[in-house]
């Protein structure tokens, strides 16, 4: 027995230009040259130094940027905390006395506001300097590949 959209249609064929060839990032890179190579991807993932220890690596392999990012946006949250801590507080007591607690009830209502958007800001620089960072390091490992694909082709 026959399908009967056949019949009525004949066989399918693709229709279309045929497909592209696969862009450059995603053909294979070369084999390897024999021999022993040591590359940044070749190197095992072991335990990290530490921040005295990448302070004192002259190689400059464990960089010291993110964990002293860590540190300082914590730092940051302790201090914008607070500050404003104390600005709530402090429009409280202007709340609560005689003068000026238009100006005190306007403290309490934005402090915690001003809070947020402060943190806001204090993580969307600290990503930042996280990003630019990756970016620094990707970009070594580009300039790996390329140069030893360079060096395969001559």
């Known amino acids: 027995m026959t399908d009967p959209t056949w019949r009525e249609h ?11 060839p696969p862009p450059w990032y995603e053909l294979a890179p070369p084999a390897a040259p024999p ?5 940044p991807a070749d190197k095992p993932p072991g335990p ?7 302070l004192f690596d002259l190689s ?4 010291v940027t993110t964990k002293l990012l860590r540190m300082m946006y914590t730092l940051a949250i302790l201090c914008v905390t607070g500050f404003n801590l104390v600005m709530f507080l402090f429009g409280w007591s202007l709340a609560a006395g005689r003068f000026w607690p238009f100006l005190g009830w306007t403290m309490v209502v934005g402090v915690p506001v001003l809070w947020l958007a402060e943190l806001i800001m204090v993580r969307v620089v600290v990503e930042y300097l996280i990003v630019q960072h990756k970016i620094a390091s990707d970009l070594t490992i580009v300039r790996e590949v390329i140069k030893d694909i360079r060096a395969a082709k001559s």
């Open 60 to 63: 400059f392999d464990n960089l």
């Open 35 to 39: 021999g022993p190579t040591q590359g």
């Open 10 to 20: 004949g066989p399918q064929e693709p229709y279309g230009p045929p497909p592209l």
């Open 48 to 54: 990290g130094k530490g921040l005295f220890g990448s």
